[in-house]
């Protein structure tokens, strides 16, 4: 079946702009997750999703950052005033559940530059 | 605060040898682990995950868990130029719904 899909793969602005990344999970998953990567780093953790409930924002890093869900399903970014140190690459991942041993699956993530 | 921590390498092995990855934790509490792969350009993908003590094979791939020492590898027989890749290592608590990823370490398989 389709795995997770991300849209736009690649995406440009200018700092101050606004930007929408958007994520279509696994059909069936409840868990979303936001991540984000910069070059040569690890993954940081910005939001879970259970359903349409985010329970854990606890690393998206300022109040540029929100994000939702909507039907379950489909989840969007989206971050505000962008600044160049928001360039990376965002990757979101779907789960059955959630939970412990639960496996992530992830999308191609959308390449984020902030000039 | 949990920590998973890996050496970022380069890990430089020869074909046909056996790679091994370390990864270290320090939340006794955890109880599930997990190996994504991660090409250049590419996102992660899940190699193996392991919860109990002792190994776990999947085919060229095996993990290895001692919670005791709180570590977990990832042996890699017989590598491949195609092995070549960045490993991650993540590690989640019981109840937990968010695994802690370490930076990963760089595999490199030279022919």
């Known amino acids: 079946g389709a795995g997770v899909s991300q849209s736009p793969s690649n995406k440009v602005t200018e700092k101050g702009k606004d930007v929408e990344l958007r994520c279509d999970p696994i059909?069936?998953?409840?868990?979303l997750y936001w991540y984000r990567q910069s070059l040569g780093q690890g993954l940081e953790f910005l939001i879970y999703?259970?359903?349409?409930?985010?329970?854990?924002k606890s690393g998206l890093p300022s109040d540029r950052f929100s994000a939702e869900r909507t039907g379950g399903s489909v989840s969007t970014l989206t971050i505000q005033r962008t600044q160049q140190e928001d360039s990376a690459v965002y990757l979101c991942?779907?789960?059955?559940?959630?939970?412990?041993?639960?496996?992530?699956?992830f999308g191609p993530g959308t390449r984020l530059t902030v000039l | 605060q949990k920590e998973v921590e890996q050496n970022s390498g380069p890990l430089s092995v020869p074909e046909g040898a056996i790679a091994s990855l370390n990864c270290t934790y320090s939340?006794?509490?955890?109880?599930?682990f997990f190996w994504y792969r991660q090409y250049s350009g590419k996102s992660p993908e899940l190699i193996m995950f392991?919860?109990?003590?002792g190994d776990k094979e999947d085919g060229r791939f095996t993990a290895q868990l001692n919670k005791a020492s709180q570590y977990v590898s990832l042996l890699i027989r017989d590598s491949q130029p195609s092995d070549s890749a960045t490993y991650l290592c993540?590690?989640?608590?019981?109840?937990?719904?968010?695994?802690?990823f370490g930076r990963g370490t760089s595999l490199i398989v030279h022919p």
């Open positions: 059909s069936g998953h409840t868990a």
């Open positions: 993540a590690v989640t608590s019981g109840g937990s719904y968010i695994p802690t």
């Open positions: 939340d006794r509490g955890s109880q599930s």
């Open positions: 991942a779907s789960s059955l559940i959630g939970q412990g041993a639960d496996t992530q699956y």
């Open positions: 392991i919860y109990s003590n």
């Open positions: 999703f259970q359903g349409n409930s985010a329970p854990d």
